[in-house]
């Protein structure tokens, strides 16, 4: 019989709630994440608003060692642990210190670039001959997969822990990447997820490419605007989410709580080719993504009952919608949101937040309302009923949710989730 | 400064690293950083440098090598101190 794979933990930390609890609170009432950063102001960038989560130093101190917080300095490596240590225990999983690691458990956790400021750290003493000063530590917190390393140690995982990237599609990826390997028979369980630095090394690129917003520096938390008529660039975000996939045999087995099935879904590229480029979507691939991945879980488009899209507040949004509305081929439209109004985009970890919040949704029967949009995209109102970009959250059951996420090197990912009726 | 005072400051720097917290209760020149206190090797570097800031002393690959007790840490200490 073919394996069935469910969501029975969930962790998050999102720049407008750290935690489940303060994050469905924050959803319902499109709570914004983004501030005024005044680093960014000093380092004159032309946008200077973000989105960081807000963690105090005791709350880090419950989740890393007395010897793990000397120097620490890398900010993924922070968010990725809470929101994978909490996803850990909400699936009411246990840490302990035992001998032997367990073998069923595996982690994919991805990131786009890691410890950035320990690397500055690093920079700064190499160049001043100082190398020996370095410490034991910058390479485990600069190393890309030092996320799963941390969490895999802490949680003492023996099946396979890694780290994958695929810029702003690795959150979702890594997901269905775990979700493969519990398919496969390979594991029973995988901690899925994805974590992004903050701060200026991080977003000062994309700053110089010019596609983040510049003008809403005084009014922080009108600046993130997807689907909306006024939508002009990305705020940039950072954080982590992570999700416990588990076998359903293994978590029927152990009582665990069943948040919502992943049915299915699938990783394509356009490869640069047809309107594809570096950083737009091929948008024939994306519609394939969307095509298959409903194919491969079985369904029909027409049971989808809402959708949680990439929609990151650029000029591309109305193309989104198009692509999704050509490849799901029906008559109403489901209902479309974005988490990114209130979270920016939170790039490397945008899929993983996105992904607790669309399981969420589900699990407690809301649709949240979309912020910033109070002007919706003329491109968009011409494809879609104005309702099913709800600006309010809706009180409504979600049974099937499709969920994407599309990166730079045009690659993108689709899942869908489903309410498991017991 | 006096020998006491040295092996205090070595027992104050590597409590942190220590991982078997037995290994303090009878810390003395014979305690062995890995086999008695389980320090993780790769940290021995963070206890060097730890022990650099305090003393304000440079210690090289060669003396760092032969530093696996507290009383070797401990000369190798007194030695800088004395040719600072």
Redesign the interface.
């Given at each position: 019989m073919k394996k069935r794979v469910v969501i029975t933990g969930m962790g998050v930390v999102a720049p407008n709630a750290v935690g489940l609890d303060d994050f469905e609170d924050a959803l319902r009432k499109g709570t914004s994440g983004i501030r005024f950063e005044e680093e960014l102001q000093r380092l004159k960038f032309s946008c200077q608003i973000a989105g960081k989560p807000q963690i105090s130093e005791e709350k880090i101190a419950e989740y890393f060692t007395?010897?793990q917080l000397?120097?620490l300095n890398s900010s993924g490596i922070i968010y990725g642990v809470i929101a994978g240590t909490d996803a850990w225990k909400d699936a009411k999983l246990k840490i302990e210190e035992n001998e032997a690691p367990d073998w069923n458990s595996g982690i994919v956790f991805g990131t786009g670039i890691l410890g950035v400021d320990k690397f500055r750290e690093g920079i700064y003493l190499i160049d001043a001959g100082k190398t020996r000063?370095l410490?034991?530590?910058t390479v485990m917190q600069t190393m890309a997969s030092g996320i799963s390393a941390y969490l895999g140690g802490k949680l003492g995982c023996g099946n396979q822990v890694t780290t994958n990237s695929s810029a702003c599609t690795t959150g979702t990826e890594a997901l269905l990447m775990g979700f493969e390997r519990i398919i496969a028979g390979k594991a029973k369980r995988m901690l899925v997820g994805s974590c992004s630095d903050h701060g200026p090394y991080v977003w000062g690129p994309f700053d110089a490419m010019r596609i983040l917003p510049a003008k809403y520096n005084e009014n922080p938390s009108e600046a993130s605007r997807p689907m909306s008529a006024s939508a002009a660039g990305f705020v940039p975000g950072s954080g982590a989410g992570a999700l416990v996939l588990e076998d359903y045999e293994s978590a029927k087995a152990r009582g665990a709580k069943i948040y919502a099935e992943v049915l299915g879904g699938v990783v394509n590229s356009g490869g640069q080719r047809g309107g594809g480029s570096m950083t737009a979507a091929n948008s024939e691939a994306v519609v394939k993504c969307i095509e298959e991945a409903v194919h491969f879980s079985g369904i029909s488009a027409d049971e989808i009952d809402a959708i949680n899209g990439h929609l990151t507040a650029t000029t591309r949004d109305g193309l989104e919608i198009e692509n999704w509305k050509k490849a799901l081929k029906r008559e109403d439209f489901p209902y479309i949101n974005s988490l990114k109004g209130m979270t920016g985009h939170c790039l490397a970890a945008s899929g993983s937040i996105e992904c607790v919040a669309s399981v969420l949704q589900m699990d407690k029967n809301f649709i949240f309302g979309n912020v910033n949009c109070e002007d919706l995209n003329p491109e968009i109102s011409d494809l879609i009923s104005e309702e099913k970009v709800p600006r309010e959250t809706l009180k409504k059951p979600v049974k099937i949710l499709a969920k994407s996420s599309f990166g730079f090197g045009d690659v993108n990912a689709v899942v869908i989730f489903k309410k498991v009726m017991e | 400064m006096k020998e006491k005072d040295i092996l205090d400051a070595i027992k104050k720097i590597v409590t942190?690293?220590t991982q078997r917290k037995e290994g303090l209760e009878n810390f003395s020149k014979e305690t062995d950083f890995i086999k008695d206190l389980e320090v993780n090797s790769?940290?021995?570097?963070?206890v060097i440098?730890d022990v650099e800031d305090k003393f304000d002393i440079e210690i090289d690959n060669d003396s760092m090598e032969g530093m696996l007790t507290v009383g070797d840490a401990k000369n190798i200490i007194e030695r800088k101190l004395a040719s600072a």
């Open positions: 007395p010897l000397r120097g000063r410490g034991s530590t | 942190p690293y790769a940290n021995l570097v963070d440098l």
